[in-house]
């Protein structure tokens, strides 16, 4: 996956990038989330982006030799993403805390993150020896819903650690912002194409619709959901991520008031704006 699913090889001035250090960031946990954002933050800068190969077996071997608690399964893959990363011959690695993400559905409060997402700089740092290593870990937090100027004040600390001054920082979130933006875009256009298709009976009547319910990490990884899509498709249905819904939002925080995960409150959008579409949906599980 070289490049990664987005590149950015240009800086905001049109001038081409000249890489002069390599940042490696493990495809695991909120990687499907956020890649475009920082993968577009460090390419402004300068920086080469590495992200770890796709989940394989050696990956999945390496999180379970490497991981010193029981945590899900999920987290001890993401171990084995970092892990190998730490072979790659880096100048860092890019382990964000992100506790909280954006705007919240519905009438919920806030969107807050696994624990096990708070945690993983520091289960990542102890469990592979990060620090008896050549490669400097970078870990700052992030509450994506505090805003720009959060955003801006933790970037520019991290700027420090990187040698950036703080006009160079604040053109780089800038340009992360627009891709991350352009990214969702995308992914919201896709589905409205997928669900305009279905409304005009595009092989509706035929061809059901799965929608896949669940984190991101499991859900884009084949490894982690033992390749659910491809055996939908295989049966002549269509596999929709949750992510892709183009769905209006139905309000629940009333029956579950206590639901803080983001993917969680997505789990209960309304399944289709019209009878057309949803009587071509199923969900997943």
């Not at 956020?34 to 394989?56: H, I, K, M, N």
């Not at 399964?73 to 190998?84: L, Q, T």
């Not at 049966?235 to 139905?250: C, N, Q, R, S, Y």
């Not at 639901?259 to 309304?270: D, I, M, T």
Request: hydrophobic letters at 35%; one cysteine or more; a neutral charge.
């Amino acid at each position: 996956m070289e490049g990664g699913p987005y590149s950015y090889r240009e800086k905001s001035d049109g001038s081409p990038l000249k890489p002069q250090k390599r940042v490696g960031i493990p495809q695991g946990l909120l990687f499907n989330d956020y890649y475009p954002f920082f993968q577009a933050f460090f390419e402004e800068l300068g920086f080469e982006v590495v992200p770890s190969r796709r989940t394989d077996k050696r990956i999945i071997s390496l999180g379970i030799e490497k991981t010193v608690s029981e945590p899900c399964f999920p987290v001890k893959v993401a171990h084995g993403h970092a892990a190998s990363l730490l072979e790659e011959g880096l100048d860092f690695l890019f382990l964000p805390r992100i506790s909280t993400t954006e705007k919240p559905l519905g009438n919920y409060k806030t969107c807050i993150t696994c624990p096990y997402i708070h945690a993983a700089p520091d289960m990542f740092r102890h469990a592979l020896g990060i620090d008896k290593t050549k490669v400097r870990l970078l870990s700052p937090t992030f509450h994506f819903n505090l805003g720009y100027k959060h955003l801006l004040s933790v970037l520019r600390e991290l700027g420090r650690e990187l040698n950036r001054n703080p006009g160079e920082i604040k053109r780089a979130l800038n340009k992360a912002l627009l891709v991350l933006e352009d990214f969702k875009e995308r992914i919201m256009k896709k589905g409205e194409e997928i669900f305009g298709s279905l409304a005009e009976g595009k092989g509706a009547g035929e061809e059901r619709a799965f929608v896949i319910i669940g984190k991101p990490y499991a859900v884009y990884d084949p490894l982690l959901n033992m390749d659910i899509g491809k055996k939908i498709r295989d049966e002549g249905h269509l596999a929709i991520p949750v992510d892709f819904l183009p769905l209006e939002e139905k309000d629940l925080s009333d029956s579950f008031e206590n639901l803080y995960a983001a993917q969680g409150q997505k789990s209960y959008l309304r399944r289709g704006t019209s009878p057309e579409i949803r009587t071509s949906i199923w969900l997943w599980p």
